[in-house]
């Protein structure tokens, strides 16, 4: 009968709507002093009612109470074993609510056997972490962590773990996750070479630049997107090696991937501006890039720069002389505005190209009858 | 061939009483749960349980897409709302289906867009793309030209180009709450099943003033029109939907504002061009694709987060608008006509599913002819008084009842309208909501049926005069 009872009491007080006020008291108390709170929060751990028990979990978060950690850990456990119906983002969300200080308290977690939870408490490790300054981590991580990182999260049979480790150990900023990462650039995984692309997008690894060129021609998009979007972290160093391996390659992916990105990022715009000072270095190599972009017939950036009002004359006039023999659609459709509109000081220049054009295309008609 | 009449309006009478019997049975359990599931949802929002989701980067990114066919009015208002929402990470996807009214140059004059050229990658088959505009220092803006194909064809071109997990898709007259994506985003986050579409709920903001993409100040609308269609929009939001969503049952989610799992979307075949309410066809298509898969997913409704959108002004645009809605009920209903009564789709083919094809896609037509052949019973002397009473209390006085009911509701939970003469003014339009404009608006949805029976499947074009032409003055455009 006592058994009865209490199963009937807990599957009662499991209900929404009978459970709701225990809800609105944990999230008031939880918003005690630490001190005050935990006692608490961690009475209402034990609720049966999901909605309660969530309700404290967010407490933790809020509250950090000094073992909060080791109870989310156990909570989390508890999820990838199937034993608890709480959301996994919840606990997660409450557990990156903590510093980098309490990092310690994941140790002994992270030995376990399911691969499942040392990917998500790791994953939230990369969460608090991406709160610190880069570099600045270094002294508060602790040691013991850093080692499980550097020794076995970069080898782990789990894709995700190794995938989210690779951000951890980017933030160590020494010679051996210079190393790591080197490691992980070549894994066999899509989405560890992702997340390590991500990862070394700091001036610090600047000698991973070789590696990550190398990923600008990975065989899976998103890493090749990444790899570009990284290099843009090596500053002026970073730019010309992209530059000059856009220049350089045959692989037509990679080439639209990096021209993709000058546009997004605006670099093309900063590029584009060198060739209003015709003779400087830069210019020349703006003048390539420009020609090989036209090439792939992506030119809107660039036609519409060459349209009058949107940019400075020598600007302007260096790209005619670069499109002159471009047959793309919109630079004809350029040329013929600039050629119609009597205002423009370009037009007597789009009408040359223009007439030019039309001669040659009578001249090759006029040889194809004979 | 009078005989014959009369024995035809007796079994038509009886026909009708059970149509408005199980409807209105129907009605008011959807009632009694909603009342349970929004006051309980008011009660627990009170408490802002997703304050935590605001700066956690465990929240996930959302792209929303904006399909937008020529929408110049407003479309910068729009835009302006998504940006300023109040969301950790969010990209914003403007789709312009081919405009002509220079709906583009609107987006590329207030934001500084350049013209670029960007890889496409089609997860799923659409149209062809003619240009992308973006501007580096605003990144979280793309908007993307495509060769006019209709909304569901530039969703699906606006999926292909988002980046997030999980898209929300928007209206380009909608003006959204800054804190709507949070809570919309809520059931998913603080869910332990796989929620792959969240519903929000959508308001008339006829009547409101608008600046800089923000509702500044709520208020009702002017014309009856509008009136009468805020009472129904809270009818219908706050009873029917809530009620199917304590049932597990959700079967329609407003495209104007909803949320929704990218991967999973794609594997259902993204949207559906042969409907002409994307938004009905694909709960259906994702409910079909993920229960043939084996796979458990929840799709929920929530009754807090609200999209503000602008409803029609006339006769003509009401009249289009409710005829295309009913025409693709008509189509999605009829085209998964396997999912009735089928106990693999849950309380969504045993209750929802039947409830609407024959109560809301069939019965509107039963609805319109009743409206015509009840009185004509009652004046040729085929049905007594009391009969004819009884209609009057099931088709007007119970309605009556459920919309002033739904007013109350909105009062004791949400308040969005915030003074009592809006009140007032709500609760006699829920009353005269049901002398006639409920009967007009039957009408034109048994026309919507009609077309489908007749083979017309074309899209009507709903003209929109713009929310933020009440208020020339304010705000930027």
């Given at each position: 009968m006592t058994s009865l009872y209490t199963l009937t009491r807990s599957h009662f007080r499991r209900l929404r709507a009978l459970s709701i006020r225990r809800a609105e008291a944990v999230g008031n108390l939880g918003r005690l002093s630490p001190r005050r709170g935990g006692a608490f929060i961690r009475e209402a751990?034990?609720?049966?009612?999901?909605?309660?028990?969530?309700?404290?979990?967010?407490?933790?978060?809020?509250?950090?109470?000094?073992?909060?950690?080791?109870?989310?850990?156990?909570?989390?456990?508890?999820?990838?074993?199937?034993?608890?119906?709480?959301?996994?983002?919840?606990?997660?969300?409450?557990?990156?609510?903590?510093?980098?200080?309490?990092?310690?308290?994941?140790?002994?977690?992270?030995?376990?056997?399911?691969?499942?939870?040392?990917?998500?408490?790791?994953?939230?490790?990369?969460?608090?972490?991406?709160?610190?300054?880069?570099?600045?981590?270094?002294?508060?991580?602790?040691?013991?962590?850093?080692?499980?990182?550097?020794?076995?999260?970069?080898?782990?049979?789990?894709?995700?773990?190794?995938?989210?480790?690779?951000?951890?150990?980017?933030?160590?900023?020494?010679?051996?996750?210079?190393?790591?990462?080197?490691?992980?650039?070549?894994?066999?995984?899509?989405?560890?070479?992702?997340?390590?692309?991500?990862?070394?997008?700091?001036?610090?690894?600047?000698?991973?630049?070789?590696?990550?060129?190398?990923?600008?021609?990975?065989?899976?998009?998103?890493?090749r997107e990444a790899a570009v979007r990284t290099m843009a972290?090596?500053?002026?160093?970073?730019?010309?090696?992209?530059?000059?391996?856009?220049?350089?390659?045959?692989d037509r992916y990679a080439s639209e991937q990096i021209a993709e990105e000058l546009q997004r990022s605006g670099m093309l715009l900063r590029v584009l501006s060198a060739l209003s000072s015709p003779g400087?270095?830069?210019?020349?190599?703006?003048?390539?890039?420009?020609?090989?972009?036209?090439?792939?017939?992506?030119?809107?950036?660039?036609?519409?720069?060459?349209?009058?009002?949107?940019?400075?004359?020598?600007?302007?006039?260096?790209?005619?002389?670069?499109?002159?023999?471009?047959?793309?659609?919109?630079?004809?459709?350029?040329?013929?505005?600039?050629?119609?509109?009597?205002?423009?000081?370009?037009?007597?220049e789009a009408e040359q190209i223009l007439d030019s054009r039309q001669r040659e295309k009578v001249a090759v008609v006029a040889a194809g009858q004979d | 061939m009078t005989h014959l009449l009369l024995q035809f309006l007796h079994y038509?009478?009886?026909?009708?009483?059970?149509?408005?019997?199980?409807?209105?049975?129907?009605?008011?359990?959807?009632?009694?749960?909603?009342?349970?599931?929004?006051?309980?949802?008011?009660?627990?929002?009170?408490?802002k349980p997703y304050r935590d989701m605001e700066d956690s980067p465990v929240t996930p990114p959302v792209a929303f897409i904006v399909p937008a066919y020529n929408e110049s009015e407003a479309i910068v208002q729009t835009v302006l709302s998504l940006l300023d929402l109040n969301y950790p990470e969010k990209e914003i996807v403007v789709v312009d289906d081919g405009s002509t009214d220079g709906t583009v140059d609107r987006l590329i004059e207030r934001f500084g867009l350049r013209r670029m050229d960007m890889i496409y990658r089609e997860a799923l088959k659409t149209k062809p793309v003619s240009a992308f505009y973006y501007n580096p220092k605003l990144p979280a803006l793309l908007v993307m030209s495509v060769e006019h194909g209709g909304k569901p064809n530039a969703l699906n071109a606006g999926i292909n180009m988002a980046r997030s997990p999980y898209f929300c898709t928007v209206d380009a007259d909608s003006i959204i709450e800054r804190d709507a994506l949070l809570r919309l985003m809520a059931p998913i986050v603080q869910s332990s099943?796989?929620?792959?579409?969240?519903?929000?709920?959508?308001?008339?903001?006829?009547?409101?003033?608008?600046?800089?993409g923000c509702i500044t100040k709520v208020d009702v609308a002017k014309t009856w029109l509008e009136r009468c269609q805020t009472v129904e929009y809270i009818r219908t939001f706050l009873f029917g939907r809530p009620g199917w969503n304590a049932l597990n049952a959700t079967f329609i989610t407003s495209g104007a504002f909803c949320l929704l799992h990218k991967e999973s979307v794609i594997e259902a075949g993204g949207f559906g061009l042969d409907t002409v309410t994307e938004d009905i066809d694909m709960i259906a298509r994702l409910r079909r694709s993920l229960t043939d898969k084996k796979r458990k997913?929840?799709?929920?409704?929530?009754?807090?987060?609200?999209?503000?959108?602008?409803?029609?002004?006339?006769?003509?645009?009401?009249?289009?608008?409710?005829?295309?809605?009913?025409?693709?009920?008509?189509?999605?209903?009829?085209?998964?006509?396997?999912?009735?009564?089928?106990?693999?789709?849950?309380?969504?083919?045993?209750?929802?599913?039947?409830?609407?094809?024959?109560?809301?896609?069939?019965?509107?037509?039963?609805?319109?002819?009743?409206?015509?052949?009840?009185?004509?019973?009652?004046?040729?002397?085929?049905?007594?008084?009391?009969?004819?009473?009884?209609?009057?209390?099931?088709?007007?006085?119970?309605?009556?009842?459920?919309?002033?009911?739904?007013?109350?509701?909105?009062?004791?939970?949400?308040?969005?309208?915030?003074?009592?003469?809006?009140?007032?003014?709500?609760?006699?339009?829920?009353?005269?909501?049901?002398?006639?404009?409920?009967?007009?608006?039957?009408?034109?949805?048994?026309?919507?049926?009609?077309?489908?029976?007749?083979?017309?499947?074309?899209?009507?074009?709903?003209?929109?005069?713009?929310?933020?032409?009440q208020l020339e003055t304010a705000g930027e455009a």
């Open positions: 751990l034990q609720d049966p009612s999901p909605l309660v028990r969530q309700v404290a979990i967010a407490a933790l978060g809020q509250n950090q109470i000094p073992d909060g950690v080791r109870i989310l850990l156990e909570e989390l456990s508890k999820i990838v074993d199937g034993k608890s119906d709480l959301p996994v983002r919840s606990v997660k969300t409450a557990l990156v609510r903590y510093p980098i200080q309490k990092l310690g308290h994941f140790v002994p977690f992270l030995n376990g056997g399911n691969p499942r939870f040392r990917f998500l408490a790791v994953d939230s490790i990369r969460e608090i972490c991406k709160h610190t300054e880069p570099g600045t981590a270094n002294p508060e991580f602790p040691l013991e962590l850093r080692q499980w990182f550097l020794e076995k999260a970069i080898r782990d049979e789990s894709d995700d773990v190794r995938a989210r480790s690779a951000v951890v150990v980017g933030y160590f900023r020494d010679e051996l996750a210079l190393q790591g990462l080197r490691n992980l650039l070549k894994d066999e995984n899509e989405f560890v070479r992702l997340h390590t692309v991500r990862a070394c997008a700091d001036p610090y690894y600047a000698a991973l630049i070789p590696e990550l060129l190398e990923r600008v021609t990975d065989r899976k998009w998103r890493v972290a090596f500053e002026a160093e970073g730019t010309r090696q992209l530059q000059h391996l856009f220049l350089n390659t045959t400087k270095e830069e210019a020349k190599l703006a003048a390539q890039v420009c020609s090989k972009i036209a090439s792939l017939g992506m030119v809107s950036l660039i036609t519409g720069s060459m349209l009058c009002g949107e940019g400075p004359l020598p600007l302007r006039r260096a790209l005619l002389d670069l499109l002159n023999s471009s047959q793309a659609p919109q630079v004809v459709a350029a040329l013929q505005k600039i050629a119609a509109s009597a205002d423009d000081p370009l037009q007597p | 038509a009478n009886y026909v009708f009483l059970f149509y408005f019997v199980a409807a209105n049975f129907v009605y008011t359990v959807l009632m009694g749960l909603s009342l349970y599931s929004v006051s309980l949802h008011a009660r627990l929002s009170a408490q099943e796989n929620t792959v579409v969240s519903g929000g709920i959508v308001r008339i903001a006829n009547g409101c003033d608008v600046a800089h997913f929840r799709i929920v409704f929530t009754s807090d987060p609200v999209c503000w959108t602008e409803a029609p002004r006339t006769i003509k645009m009401l009249a289009r608008q409710r005829r295309r809605w009913q025409l693709g009920l008509a189509q999605t209903v009829i085209k998964n006509w396997d999912m009735s009564f089928n106990p693999r789709f849950g309380t969504m083919g045993m209750l929802s599913m039947p409830f609407h094809t024959f109560l809301e896609a069939i019965g509107c037509v039963v609805e319109a002819l009743g409206t015509f052949l009840i009185p004509i019973s009652y004046f040729v002397g085929a049905m007594p008084v009391s009969i004819f009473l009884l209609f009057l209390f099931l088709a007007v006085g119970y309605g009556t009842f459920l919309s002033m009911a739904s007013v109350v509701l909105e009062e004791l939970t949400l308040r969005r309208y915030p003074s009592w003469k809006h009140v007032l003014i709500l609760m006699t339009y829920a009353v005269i909501e049901n002398l006639g404009y409920r009967q007009m608006v039957t009408l034109f949805r048994a026309h919507g049926v009609l077309q489908y029976f007749t083979g017309r499947r074309r899209w009507e074009t709903v003209e929109h005069q713009g929310i933020n032409t």
